[in-house]
C-alpha cells in the first residue's frame, strides 16, 4: 500500500489524532484549521495572568492518548506532566450538605456511607453495574463503527451482553434503582451531562462514565489542558503532517465517478486528495461542504446535544474549601431539565466550577483564582451575557460563595458565540447527544455519504468528549487501512 494523499478539514482532537495515526502509516497528512489554533474545543482563554480551559476540563482514560503518541514513537508522559485528583470533585446541594469524592473504591465507599448511611455498598452495586457496562461497551460499542444494530451484534459474545449495557432504562431510572437518598441520584443523574445529554432521555449505558473516573482516575495536565493540545500539535507537526491555520475549507471536491477529490478554500485556493476526513459537524458537512439533502437527513434525525453558558472570572483571593471541580446542583434536576427540553434557559441551573489554579498555580496570578463557570443551555437558545451572568453569580452567592466583590474581570461565551467559533449548529457543544434507545444508531456514520469521504468527531460515532472523538479517529484510521486494502 503506496501512501495516499489526505486532507482533514477541522483540526479539533478527532482530526489531529487521526492525522498522526495517519502519517505513521506513511499517508501525506494535511490539515486545513479555520481558527487561528488547532485543537477545535480543546481550548484555552488568557486575560491578565489567568489561564482558563474553556473546552474539556479533565482528561479521563489517559491510555487512549498514550497508545496515539506511542504510534509516533513517544509516549503520553514524556509529552504531558499528568496529575491524578484526589479528591476528584465535590458536590454541593441546596439543604447546605456537600460530597467530597476521593480517588480510591473503598475512600470513595466510605464518603458514601458518611453522608448517607447505607450508601456506601449502594454505590458498590452502582459502580459495579457500570464495570460491567464499560467493560461490554469497549469491546463492542467502541471497538468498531456503528451503522446499524447489526455492527453492533457482531461484536458481542452473546445475547447478556446487550442487557449488560443496560439500553432499555434511562440513567435517571437506573440511579433511582440503586440509591435511596434523592441527591445521590441526582449526583448519578449528572453524568448524562458528559455528553450533552438528559439523565430523563439517555439509557442507564451512561452509568459507566462514574465507573470510568473511580478505576481510571481524572487527571490533569499541568500548565492546563491546553499541554495536552499543544503535545498533540506538536507530535503532528514533528511526524510530518501539515497544519494550515486561518483557512476555512469552503467545499469538498467530487470527481465524475462521485469520490471525493479534495477541497477548496474559500480564498479560491484547492488541494487535491485521495481521501477526505471532516473533522467538522455533520450538519456542517452536509449542509456547507458537500450538500447532500439525502445524508443531511439522516444527520438531523439524531438530536442536537445541549450547548452551555461560560463565564470565565478572574478573581481576586482564595476560596475556602474551594476544589479543582465543584457543582452545586439545583434544587430540582427534572425541573431544570423541563426548562433545558422546552428550549428554555433554567431559572435554577445546575453550577459546575473548574478553578485550575488550586492544582496548578501558574493558572491565575499568586494570591487569586480561575473560576470557569459552565451552565447546561438548550442549543440554538438566545442568551443575554450580562443578564444570565449575574443571575448564576447571585445563586452561588445565595449557596454561600458570593464572588462578586472580588471578580477582577469577567469573560462571556454564549450557544451563539460557540457556534460562531466551531461551526457547531445552535452551539451544541458535543455534537449530537445520546437522548433515546436508538441515538447510537442514528448517529452520522463515520464512513461518508461519498467514496473517500470519513467522519471524526464529536457529532460522528461515537460522540463528543476528548476519549470518543480520539476513538473516533482510531476507528477511521483502521475503516480506511480495511479500504484500501
Known amino acids: 500500500m503506496t501512501g495516499k494523499r489526505i486532507v482533514i478539514v477541522g483540526g479539533g482532537v478527532g482530526g489531529l489524532t487521526a492525522a498522526i495515526r495517519l502519517r505513521a502509516l506513511g499517508h501525506h497528512v494535511t490539515i486545513f484549521e479555520r481558527n487561528d489554533v488547532v485543537g477545535g474545543k480543546l481550548a484555552a482563554y488568557e486575560r491578565n495572568g489567568y489561564t482558563f480551559d474553556i473546552g474539556p476540563s479533565l482528561v479521563t482514560l489517559p491510555y487512549l492518548f498514550d497508545e496515539v503518541f506511542r ?7 514524556e509529552q504531558v506532566e499528568l496529575v491524578r485528583l484526589d479528591p476528584q470533585f465535590v458536590y454541593h446541594w441546596a439543604d447546605g450538605s456537600s460530597l467530597v469524592v476521593p480517588d480510591g473504591d473503598d475512600d470513595t465507599a466510605a464518603t458514601f456511607d458518611e453522608f448517607a448511611p447505607g450508601s456506601g455498598e449502594q454505590w458498590r452495586a452502582f459502580d459495579a453495574r457500570g464495570r460491567r457496562i464499560w467493560d461490554v461497551a469497549d469491546r463492542t460499542f467502541f471497538a468498531g463503527p456503528m451503522s446499524n444494530p447489526w455492527s453492533l451484534a457482531k461484536r458481542m459474545r452473546s445475547p447478556f451482553d446487550l442487557t449488560a449495557i443496560d439500553p432499555m432504562r434511562t440513567l435517571q431510572r437506573s440511579a433511582e434503582g440503586f440509591f435511596d437518598d434523592p441527591r445521590l441520584v ?3 443523574s449528572r453524568y448524562a451531562t458528559y455528553s450533552g445529554s438528559s439523565p430523563y432521555a439517555a439509557p442507564a449505558t451512561l452509568a459507566c462514565i462514574p465507573h470510568i473516573e473511580a478505576r481510571f482516575g481524572c487527571w490533569y495536565p499541568m500548565g492546563g489542558l491546553d499541554a495536552l493540545r499543544a503535545a498533540f500539535e506538536r507530535i503532528a507537526r514533528d511526524t510530518g503532517v501539515e497544519i494550515h491555520t486561518g483557512v476555512d475549507v469552503a467545499r469538498i471536491a467530487t470527481g465524475p465517478d462521485g469520490a ?3 477541497v477548496e478554500s474559500a480564498d479560491g485556493s484547492a488541494q487535491d486528495a485521495d481521501i477526505v476526513i471532516a473533522n467538522t459537524d455533520a450538519e456542517h458537512l452536509y449542509a456547507d461542504l458537500l450538500p447532500d439533502v439525502h445524508a443531511l437527513r439522516r444527520v438531523r434525525r439524531s438530536k442536537r446535544s445541549t450547548s452551555g453558558f461560560v463565564l470565565c472570572i478572574g478573581v481576586r483571593g482564595l476560596t475556602p474549601r474551594l476544589l479543582h471541580h465543584n457543582v452545586w446542583f439545583s434544587d430540582s434536576y427534572r425541573s431544570e431539565y423541563d426548562q433545558l427540553d422546552a428550549g428554555e434557559l433554567a431559572d435554577d441551573p445546575t453550577i459546575y466550577a473548574c478553578v485550575s489554579s488550586v492544582t496548578d498555580p501558574s493558572q491565575a496570578p ?27 453569580l447571585d445563586r452561588l452567592a445565595d449557596r454561600g460563595v458570593d464572588l462578586r466583590q472580588r471578580i477582577e474581570f469577567r469573560h462571556t461565551m454564549t450557544p451563539a458565540d460557540i457556534e460562531r467559533r466551531y461551526r457547531s449548529p445552535g452551539g451544541a457543544i458535543y455534537g449530537t447527544s445520546s437522548n433515546g434507545k436508538r441515538a447510537a444508531f442514528v448517529r452520522p456514520a463515520n464512513r461518508g455519504a461519498r467514496p473517500g469521504l470519513y467522519l471524526v468527531g464529536g457529532s460522528s460515532h461515537p460522540g463528543g468528549g476528548l476519549p470518543l472523538v480520539t476513538t473516533s479517529a482510531k476507528i477511521v484510521t483502521e475503516m480506511i487501512t480495511e479500504d484500501l486494502a
Open 71 to 77: 504510534t509516533a514513537g513517544t509516549t503520553l508522559d
Open 186 to 188: 441526582q449526583w448519578a
Open 366 to 392: 499568586a494570591g487569586c483564582e480561575n473560576w470557569f463557570l459552565l451552565v447546561n443551555t438548550p442549543p440554538d437558545v438566545e442568551v443575554d451575557a450580562d443578564t444570565y451572568g449575574d443571575l448564576v
Open 260 to 262: 471525493v477529490s479534495g
